[in-house]
């Protein structure tokens, strides 16, 4: 009885010593770097335990820590300077109720992973935790190539002039919860990089999001939180953004401020064809510049729909319909010079998804750039759809001298130019 009496008095020292080491902060002292499991890299001289909150702070000069197997604590915090985490293959755990912090209000920080994953324990939702804050000017969350952050944000905040770069192939960030409004802050997705929001994230103004090169995406499965007019959202080089919102199938969504797609693509998230509704809201809603449009419908509802740039030549290529809601919906088309290849053009195919239809509303507005002129008769298809209908509203053409014909514009999407005829000498001897 003895024996069992004294083993339960051990366990509930042991137990009262870990209590009471509950949400102490572990301050890491090495300015040189190393691993993290050497107790004499920190302060007090003990590695950061479960309940404990790790805590670096180091300006002197960038420095690397590295792990040499799986580690859990219940927080980390990057208060300032530039660290790297290097993991070498290995797993950093945090809490579930974990409130973890990158920079500070007056300090910025540079926090770099590589190498592993960083991850929270049990990510589901808890009231009142779990927000993950980047803040001061400057600040970056830098997930390099075969690094993954996953789950650590329930929420996100972000302060203005702060930035995520998620680079290189194998790099994922993957949140579950919601975003507080990201306002003029950056994400960046490049070189095969993976970023993914799976609930509301809500893009505030000023708010740039930039996904570039092949291989790399963006996907946005539960984007309720809506996009501001004074927001954009840039798609290059081979790119794909993906977004889409499981509470309805029609899954209609509002767009605010410019998409622009330069050769890269924008499709629903969901493989149902029926979802994948979105609106194009407003003055300030845009889409524009090259590649290929996966939606069931594109609601024109008074936002812009431009191919190319400003002053320059593209094609979007849309599977699904295009819908008009609103007389003051535009379609800008831009024409450089006589061949297709020198103006823009819309394509729409049919599958699942829509039936490849351009309902026509609005206005179409069609100019000339780089002083164009046709010397000759010459027709613009504009739309390359399976069917045009009913009409535009309103359609202005360049003003040029000669004559326009637009009795095929509902038919085969063109429009002809005649240009006035030409000049009769007459010789008198």
């Known amino acids: 009885m003895k024996i069992i009496i004294k083993a339960f008095a051990s366990f509930v020292l042991t137990l009262a010593a870990t209590l009471g080491a509950q949400a102490a902060d572990i301050v890491w002292t090495n300015t040189a770097g190393g691993a993290f499991q050497d107790p004499a890299n920190w302060l007090p001289n003990v590695v950061p335990f479960t309940n404990d909150t790790a805590v670096f702070e180091r300006t002197e000069a960038p420095y690397t820590v590295t ?29 579930l109720t974990s409130t973890n912090t990158l920079g ?60 995520i770069i998620v680079d290189g192939p194998g790099a994922l960030y993957k949140g579950i919860g919601y975003s507080r409004p990201i306002k003029h802050a950056t994400i960046i997705v490049t070189n095969g990089g993976h970023f993914q929001a799976s609930a509301s994230l809500i893009i505030g103004d000023g708010c740039l999001i930039h996904v570039h090169g092949d291989n790399t995406e963006a996907l946005f499965t539960n984007n309720s939180g809506g996009m501001s007019p004074a927001a954009s959202i840039l798609i290059t080089g081979g790119a794909t953004w993906k977004d889409g919102y499981w509470h309805k199938l029609e899954n209609v969504q509002t767009i605010a401020g410019p998409i622009t797609l330069i050769d890269a693509e924008w499709r629903d998230a969901y493989t149902e064809p029926t979802r994948g509704w979105r609106k194009l809201t407003g003055p300030g809603a845009l889409l524009q510049g090259t590649g290929n449009v996966v939606l069931s419908r594109l609601i024109m509802d008074g936002g812009t729909m431009r191919p190319g740039l400003t002053n320059g030549i593209g094609e979007l290529t849309f599977t699904g319909h295009i819908t008009n809601a609103a007389p003051t919906s535009v379609l800008e088309m831009e024409l450089a010079g006589p061949t297709a290849a020198e103006h823009d053009r819309i394509r729409l195919t049919a599958n699942a998804r829509g039936n490849g239809f351009y309902y026509a509303g609005g206005i179409l507005n069609v100019t000339a750039i780089h002083d164009f002129v046709p010397a000759k008769v010459t027709t613009f298809q504009l739309i390359d759809a399976v ?13 040029w001298t000669g004559t326009w014909i637009t009795n ?14 030409a000049g009769t000498l007459l010789s008198i001897r």
Do not use: C, K
Request: charged content about 10%; proline content about 7%.
């Open 387 to 399: 069917a045009i209908e009913p009409a535009f509203d309103q359609v202005n053409l360049p003003s």
């Open 408 to 421: 095929d514009l509902y038919t085969a999407g063109e429009i002809t130019y005649l240009p006035p005829p």
């Open 104 to 163: 500070t209000t007056t300090q910025a920080a540079l926090l770099t992973l590589t190498n592993g994953t960083i991850r929270r324990l049990n990510p589901i939702y808890v009231r009142g935790a779990q927000t993950y804050s980047i803040r001061g000017s400057g600040t970056t969350l830098f997930v390099r190539s075969n690094a993954s952050f996953l789950e650590i944000p329930y929420y996100i905040a972000m302060d203005p002039t702060t930035r």
């Open 67 to 95: 792990w040499h197997g799986n580690v859990t604590n219940h927080t980390h915090i990057v208060r300032a300077g530039t660290v790297t985490f290097d993991l070498q293959g290995h797993t950093y755990s945090l809490h």
